[in-house]
């Protein structure tokens, strides 16, 4: 289960990526003490963590070459 922070911190990415939320009212919260410096670069960051993680990627080819098209 993920934490409050994480959900947050998801919420946040969200919008970001759906263009809701800018750099500008990131570094605002950043500025306010809403967020830190580095969770303002987790939401702006485009992957989710361990999203490049060789063995996940392994992982993901395999359990779709076995899914039926």
Known sequence: MKSGAE????YYKGKYKKGELTEEQLSQMVTAGTITEDEKQYIMK??????????????YEMTQSILPK
């Open 7 to 10: 959900l947050f911190l998801g």
């Open 46 to 59: 485009g992957e989710e963590p361990g999203g490049n993680d060789p063995d996940l990627v392994t992982y």
